[in-house]
């Protein structure tokens, strides 16, 4: 099996800093792209950042500037470092990773998702 747990999310006031943190466990092969979705309430899940195995980043207009997506790939892990942060930022923030386990199946895995509040 496979899990992917995120971390990090919180309460934070306007032009704030959040760190966000996933790792990802089990029967894991290799990880490709692995990324960063946000949902707010009665919206649909939107694409925050992505990076692929290789490092290469793409992001959100609304990411641009203020938000970061790195990896760790020794320890199957991304992070998302978010500053000047913007009550239209507060969601919940999920977690994924396109990867192969050792079973050589390939799929699309999430996580849980970390609730992210922006607000004075």
């Known amino acids: 099996q496979v899990r992917l747990v995120e971390s990090g999310g919180g309460l934070v006031q306007p032009g704030g800093s959040l760190r966000l943190s996933c790792a990802a466990s089990g029967s894991i092969r290799r990880i490709g792209t692995m990324g960063w979705y946000r949902q707010a309430p009665e919206k649909q899940r939107e694409l925050v950042a992505t990076?692929?195995?290789?490092?290469?980043?793409d992001y959100a207009d609304f990411a641009k500037g203020r938000f970061a997506i790195s990896r760790d790939n020794a320890k199957n892990s991304v992070y998302l470092q978010m500053n000047s942060l913007k009550p239209d930022d507060t969601a919940v923030y999920y977690c994924?990773?396109?990867?192969?386990?050792?079973?050589?199946?390939?799929?699309?895995?999430w996580g849980q998702g970390t609730q992210v509040t922006v607000s004075s």
């Open positions: 990076i692929s195995s290789g490092g290469n980043t």
């Open positions: 994924h990773a396109a990867l192969t386990r050792w079973d050589f199946v390939a799929g699309d895995y």
